[in-house]
């Protein structure tokens, strides 16, 4: 989408619009001739319709989308007409596997299409019928029993090539019912991405995915983990606990509103009881706001603390199950609104077992990035940045929309979305 001002395609307008469980955040960048991306819009709204990163009710969906979108357009004096959308959930799944075919070309040398071929026989391994194949991403290339290759082997010489495969699947009905909430507000869906990868772009460094990282990001409805090694994505996943059940923990122990409890997790909370230097009284507002409640820092890091841990003990065995948790020199980086939380970088790292730190976005620059510099805003500032790295590259895969007519194309079929997500995790 170009701006008013621009005069070629490098002079854009790029809308991030992160649709969460507890919040709709919308992000509007002007990526200018010179490759700088300013911040110029930022609309945000509670989110209502959706549980654990999944559309429950469309319409709720719908008007808090709209929401954002009239906030991020009085915001920015932009007319959106088409976003990046970041979908997550626990339905996000990676599948290990292995393929190996035989070179069919007589001179022996390995082409595009061998590397086709490896992908497709990957692509046979039996998933439940509700679930789709977005991506096949090789690993690591062996030729003819020479093993450590990660780059693409296309060019070199060889009679029988293996790959290691990470196969990523997600519920269709997931992206259908995201893509169709998202096009009745009036607007277009330039990509879908994983929401780990995106807030990857924001948050990590290329240095740290070469070396081997690790990215948590706590939402308010799920938790994302996102592993790299040798600069490739090498393992996702998603955990149905995040923020909103630490907050339904205090408001439900303590016997208050959400919301009261929500501002007492933010001004007062702590992930561990140990960080707290003077266990102060808190003074809360009871459900029925005639007689205030008492109570103390150290019961309120209890509560946060038990919920927190249960998100780090399962993120632990996630990344255990990436198989390369020992091979993380760069530790781990924390992020999303549920890594504010005091004392979480410290209980992290206890759990863990490895260095921890806080990851906050970074590459931006206008008069509305500080605005972002937030936990918070990671997903947001990742489809900003993914697609700010995408836009003027040459579409590899066709729309099924061409040769249709110009009413049709509006109507973007999930085989089109799914093709979408493909193509921008091929260029991992």
Known sequence: ??????????DEIIVGLDVGTTKICVIVAHKKANGQIDIIGVGKAASEGLNRGIVVNPQKTIDSIKVALDQAELNSGIQIKSVSVGIAGHHIRCIQTSTIIGIQNPDRVIQEED??????????????????????????????????IYESPVGMFGVRLEAKMNIITC??????????????CGVEIDDIVLEPIASSYAVLEEGEKKVGVAMIDIGGGTTDIAVFKKGVLKYTAGIGIAGSLVTKDIYETLGISEEEAERIKREYGFATQSEILNDDEILIESISRKIPKRTRKSILARIIQ???????????????????????????????????????KELAEEILGMEVNLGLPRGLSGGLSKEVESPIYATGVGLI????????????????????????????????????????????
């Open 1 to 10: 989408m170009k701006s008013k001002k621009s005069k070629g395609i490098e």
């Open 306 to 344: 038990a919920r927190m841990q249960d998100i780090f003990e399962l993120a632990a065995i996630e990344l255990k199950n990436s198989q390369i948790m020992n091979e993380l020199p760069a530790g781990v980086v924390v992020t999303g609104g549920g890594s504010l939380i005091k004392g979480t």
């Open 385 to 428: 940045l993914h697609r700010a790295k995408t836009i003027n590259m040459k579409e590899r895969i066709p729309m099924g929309t061409k040769g249709k007519k110009a009413s049709a194309k509006s109507d973007v079929s999930i085989k089109s979305l799914l093709l979408k997500v493909k193509t921008w995790f091929d260029e991992l």
């Open 171 to 184: 519920l269709v009905s997931s992206i259908d019912d995201l893509s169709n909430c998202v096009r009745s």
């Open 115 to 148: 590397i086709e071929r490896l992908r497709e026989q990957a692509s046979l391994i039996k998933i439940p019928s509700d679930t789709q194949i977005i991506s096949v991403i090789p690993q690591e290339y062996n030729i003819d029993g020479k093993d450590g």
